[in-house]
């Protein structure tokens, strides 16, 4: 079963507060669960890292699993400088796994890994 990535919305001191939570419990020597996720101060953080460009390249990958960002940008009909950027910005956020193999000839490709099959949007009230 594919791993689901929680993207939630936090205010800037609910996360100093986890932040510090989490520092003390290490300085106390007690050990911490592991919480994947990623959190934003907003909403429309949020958004501008889930555009829908970017949420087209990660089924993509998902779907098509290219063996290279040059057939990522042809699956997707877009430009190769937009589609590095946008992977930077995935690989940036833990969302993609960037892996560099052998092409053809001497040629190195790095092919895109979506670390995900679903995210999960996570609003506190």
Known sequence: MPRTLTIGIKSIEQGLGDFSDTFEAV??????????????????AARNLL????LALLRAIRRKRPGSMYELANIVGRDLKNV????????????????????????????????FGAIQLKIAI
Do not use: C, N
């Not at 106390?28 to 990623?38: F, L, Q, Y």
């Not at 555009?51 to 970017?54: I, K, V």
């Not at 946008?86 to 560099?100: A, Q």
């Open 27 to 44: 300085r106390a020597g007690r050990r911490m669960r592991r919480r994947e996720g990623v959190y934003f101060t907003s909403l429309e």
């Open 84 to 115: 590095q950027q946008d992977l930077r910005i995935l690989e940036r956020h833990g969302l993609v796994r960037m892996t560099r193999s052998r092409g053809t000839g001497k040629r190195k490709v790095r092919i895109p890994r979506a670390l």
């Open 51 to 54: 555009t829908p460009s970017r």
